[in-house]
């Protein structure tokens, strides 16, 4: 089965402990993107990469680091997380990052930082 | 000024009738245009798409698009219970960069 497979689902951790959330999509596709999702602002990208080895910032990317070493993997790493990152995470794939290309979405991670 | 704006809602709708779901976005060289369902804690999953003016329809599900006016709207005819969810309008401008409205929360009673 196609799908984007983030992990957690579900985090409950305090300020300054380093997490990662892992990325996984089965479709060969090269782009990947990571949303945050919080009321009344929609999804808004932090970071998403084109092809392996290739990454970039999106609109609120302060306070998060990607990498993209296979093609399939995009983690998302949060090297000292604070309160005002309590969200809910998605991450995105898509065949390639061109106009006519609709995003696939995992099921979502929600991070609470304490 | 938001760039991709929705009205939040709740739009609440008889079963059966057209629910009429709104978008406008700033960025005049938007290219394509996305709409997408979020059921309550799940994740977007894609409706339609639409690139050229005009009316696209896939089953109950029709998009317009307005680039004169900067418009795109999502119809859904014969609404039912189950399409109450929130609709995600999202406008790709560049090859990278996809924009994402709050989303308007559907209610459709029976």
């Known amino acids: 089965e196609a799908q984007v497979t983030q992990n957690p689902r579900y985090l409950i951790t305090v300020t300054g402990k380093k997490l990662t959330v892992t990325c996984s999509q089965n479709?060969?596709?090269?782009?990947m993107s990571w949303y945050r999702q919080d009321p009344g602002l929609g999804l808004r990208q932090i970071y998403y990469?084109?092809?392996?080895?290739?990454?970039d910032k999106g609109d609120v990317p302060e306070g998060y680091k990607v990498s993209r070493k296979e093609k399939r993997n995009f983690p998302l790493i949060l090297e000292s997380p604070s309160p005002n990152q309590t969200s809910l995470y998605f991450c995105?794939?898509?065949?390639?990052?061109?106009?006519?290309?609709?995003?696939?979405f995992g099921d979502g991670t929600r991070l609470s930082i304490l | 000024q938001k760039e991709v704006e929705q009205n939040s809602g709740p739009l609440s709708v008889p079963e059966g009738a057209i629910a009429s779901l709104n978008c406008t976005y700033s960025d005049r060289g938007s290219q394509s245009f996305f709409w997408y369902r979020q059921y309550s804690g799940k994740s977007p999953e894609l409706i339609m798409f639409?690139?050229?003016?005009g009316d696209k329809e896939d089953g109950r599900f029709t998009a317009q698009l307005n680039k004169a006016s900067q418009y795109v709207s999502l119809l859904i005819r014969d609404s039912q219970p189950s399409d109450s969810a929130t609709y995600l309008c999202a406008v790709n401008a560049n090859n990278n960069d996809m924009r994402f409205g709050a989303g308007t929360r559907l209610t459709v009673k029976p």
């Open positions: 995105a794939s898509s065949l390639t990052g061109s106009l006519n290309q609709p995003q696939h």
């Open positions: 639409i690139y050229s003016n």
């Open positions: 479709m060969n596709h090269e782009y």
């Open positions: 990469s084109m092809n392996v080895e290739v990454t």
